[in-house]
Structure formats: C-alpha cells, structure tokens
C-alpha cells in the first residue's frame, strides 16, 4: 500500500505522485478515483467527532489545482484554519482530466471552489475551451467558483487566460483571480521557471484566494474597451475609443501604449451614450446613465508603422489590463522629385528644378540646397506646376534654384512641417 501513500494525502485527497513513473501514475489516476470513494465513504462523524466552527467561505472548501499549489498548501490552510481544505489534484494537472474525475466524485463540490488549472496546457485553444465548460458544467451549482490565471511563463499562456477571462462572460459563477499580472509584477513569487512558488509566492497566492473568496476583492468582472477609431491628422495621429470598468462608478483610467512603451494617460470620461445601448452594453449591466466612457487623444508619432494599444487599471490594483491594439502606417515626409539638373551662364551656374509637398500642408513649403551640411541656397516650392494637382494640395508647388557650379554634389531636401520628424532628400546631381 506504499504507492497508495505517495497518492493520497492526510485528507484522503489526491496530490502530487511525484516520484512515480508516467505510464504508473497514469493508471493510478482512473483507480485513485474508486478507491476515493471508499476512504470517504467512513461516517462523517467517525472522521470529524466534533464539528469545526462555521467558516466563512464554509465548512469544505475544494482546490482544483496543478503543481503549482502543491507549494502552497499550507498557506492556504493557514488563511482558512476553521475550513477542511479538500485538493483534487496534482502535478501535469489538466482541464481535461479533472472534468472526468470531478464527473465521478460531484461528493467533492462545495460552494465554493478554486480552480487553478491551465498551465499544463496543450496549445488546441478550441480543446481548452471545451474542456473549460465541461468543468465548468460541472459546477454549475457552486456559488463561487474562482479561477486563478496562470502566470505568463511562455507566450502561449496568453490564449489560456483570453479563454478563461471570456469563461467569466457565460458562467456568472465565475470570478477570475489575476494571478497572471502579480506574477508579472513581481517575478520573485516564482522560481526561475515563472511557474512553481517561491515561500513568498506561496503567501502571495493564498492571500489572493483569501481575498475573492471572503469579499475583500469585489466581484472581479474585467475591465473592456475598443479602439474605434485611429486618424491620421496634420497635427498628430488621434486615438479615439471607450473604456468601461463594470466594478467603478466613476471613469477608469486608459493608457495608450505604442510598439510596447506607454505614451500617454487619460480617463475615458467623454459622452459616448451609444455603447449603453449596444448587446455589449447590456450584458455589462450598463443603463442609460451610464454614459462617460469614451476617450480621445493626439499623440506626435514618427514616421512608420506602428501597434497603437490601450489598456485600463482594473479596479482592484493587480495590474493594467490589455484591451484593444490597432497598427497603423504614418508617413508625414514631404515628397517630391529633383527632376532637372542643367548647365547655365557658360558652365558657371547649375539649374536645379522639381517640386515638393508636405502632405500636412497646402501652401509651398521650405526647401533647402545643401552641399555636404553647407545650406547654400533656401526658399519655397511655390512655382505653379497645374500637374501637381492630382495631390490635392494646389498646383504651386515647382521650385528652380541657381547656384554655383561645383566638382562636388548638391542635394535638395525638403523641410518637414508640423506632424512627422523627417525631412526629405529629394535627389542630388551627382
């Protein structure tokens, strides 16, 4: 009966089988189920002869989990010393898996429940769905069921946590616990894996089951937002949109990111009444008072393509939550052509003739003639040129500089204005 030890724990639930092989600890898993059945089966009195006091999250509490609350087991008993803590899993834990043997033990479910599952996860995203609602189906009487995101310790742990955030939109018994953002906030809660607890770590994550079980952490429905609209203006790029925290009663602060680095700050606290009115709208409980949501701002980007996002503080402090991203290409140069280069006054002049335009602007714009960094001649495209109204900018846009002939090369580059930070060359002689 040894390898029945290594199975069950003190409490006759299952955990860690650690040093068992996989093909063993496999087939242990379908007769670990039978066998739970008869150890529980002993009256309840024989088992507990005097009553616990009444807890507040209840006299059992179920911890659906992987490896990573083995390390943290008797931090959570710590924060729930009048509760019996149950635990039905173990190390490589999966969705799957515990929806079969949760089926075959529905003994095990108390009112509430903590899941903390999806870090073994097998890359099928429509899979970890499925499996997600078959679990969930089967706790659909608890009143609590708080599922704890896995931290981001690879990338495809982003389409983990996208499933489990939506889960919260169909299953009203469902709280999610950002155990993603503290973990990102504070790399020392894990080890080197960005998985498995450190002893701070334990604490941390029992705190944060203490927190959402018993109330301190209003019910945790996550912040949403769109990007509705990305305008390329004369005076910068204008990022417009909406922002709605269902847990505030006031405007939730928006920030904007670009290419990953935060660029601005602003409270989404504009009229925009047409969101309220949306399906969105209603499944958020928004009513017609609910109004101040939207957001608009300019911001000075350079030239070139760019992934303008926005995210939003969640209303408990565990980190800002990605909404929306766009991408979007800027170019403010001005543009144009050197389009003639002749000899004049005997071979002591050169003729240099084109145009230019600045898309940010409509009258003739500032041209300079360079040699090397020496500006030896400036003024303004502004001859008329009735070809150059295909741009939609007028037609006085030509230019003709003379100057001095020379060995060496001249360069005629055109002055950006307003948005933008480029100036552009718009050829040389040589």
Not at 101 to 127: C, F, H, S, W
Request: net charge neutral; with cysteine.
């Amino acid at each position: 009966m040894r390898w029945m030890a290594e199975v069950f724990g003190a409490s006759g639930c299952m955990h860690a089988a650690g040093s068992l092989p996989p093909r063993r600890a496999s087939a242990l898993v379908v007769v670990a189920g039978l066998l739970l059945s008869i150890l529980t089966a002993v009256p309840a009195a024989a088992q507990d002869p005097e009553p616990a006091p009444k807890s507040e999250v209840g006299d059992r509490l179920l911890v659906i989990h992987d490896s990573v609350i083995l390390g943290a087991r008797r931090q959570i008993e710590a924060v729930f010393p009048e509760t019996k803590v149950q635990y039905l899993g173990f190390g490589g834990f999966r969705v799957g898996p515990a929806a079969d043997m949760l089926a075959g033990r529905p003994d095990l479910i108390t009112d509430k429940v903590v899941v903390e599952l999806g870090t073994n996860y097998l890359g099928n995203q429509t899979l970890f769905r499925r499996e997600l609602d078959r679990l969930m189906g089967l706790l659909s009487g608890v009143e609590h069921v708080l599922w704890l995101t896995p931290s981001r310790y690879a990338s495809r742990m982003d389409q983990v946590n996208t499933e489990i955030r939506a889960a919260a939109d169909r299953y009203p018994n469902l709280q999610i616990g950002e155990w993603t953002y503290l973990t990102a906030a504070d790399k020392d809660l894990t080890w080197g894996d960005g998985i498995h607890l450190q002893p701070r770590g334990a604490e941390a994550i029992a705190g944060l089951i203490h927190a959402h079980l018993t109330g301190a952490v209003e019910w945790n429905r996550q912040p949403v937002g769109r990007i509705e609209g990305l305008r390329d203006t004369s005076k910068g790029l204008r990022v417009s949109g909406w922002a709605y925290d269902p847990d505030l009663d006031q405007p939730v602060k928006v920030r904007i990111t670009v290419n990953g680095e935060l660029v601005a700050k602003r409270k989404a606290k504009r009229h925009k009444p047409a969101v309220a009115k949306t399906d969105l709208g209603r499944g958020l409980g928004m009513d017609n008072t609910t109004t101040k949501l939207g957001f608009a701002m300019k911001l000075k980007l350079p030239d070139g393509e760019h992934e303008v996002c926005i995210e939003a503080n969640n209303f408990d402090g565990a980190g800002p939550r990605p909404l929306d991203c766009r991408t979007v290409a800027i170019d403010h140069s001005p543009f144009g052509s050197l389009e003639k280069v002749r000899s004049a006054k005997k071979g002591t002049l050169t003729v240099l003739s084109g145009w230019a335009i600045d898309p940010d602007r409509s009258h003739a714009i500032v041209l300079e003639v360079r040699n090397g960094d020496q500006v030896v001649a400036k003024g303004r495209a502004n001859l008329a040129r009735t070809d150059l109204d295909q741009f939609g900018k007028g037609s006085d846009h030509g230019f003709l500089f003379k100057v001095p002939t020379i060995d060496d090369e001249y360069c005629v580059v055109a002055i950006n204005e307003r948005a933008g930070s480029t100036d552009t060359v718009l050829g040389c002689t040589a």
